[in-house]
């Protein structure tokens, strides 16, 4: 039995040491930036067509109210 309390004793060590190694390692995470995405030409031009067509729609019913 002397030899489970030891290895139950280890065990509970390494755990400890575990939780701390992924402690460090968000903070490490944390200070990596992340890249910044970027938008192909297509996209932008759906974007930019979208927002034409929202725009459209408001103008629209500006006219329609006046």
């Excluded at 280890?10 to 890249?35: G, I, M, Y």
């Excluded at 996209?43 to 019913?61: C, D, L, S």
């Amino acid at each position: 039995m002397a030899n489970l309390s030891g290895l139950a004793s280890f065990v509970s060590e390494l755990r400890v040491e575990r939780t701390n190694l992924v402690d460090r390692l968000r903070h490490v995470d944390a200070a990596v930036p992340k890249p910044k995405r970027t938008i192909s030409a297509a996209g932008k031009k759906r974007i930019a067509a979208a927002q034409r067509a929202r725009w459209a729609k408001v103008k629209a019913r500006q006219k329609k109210a006046s």
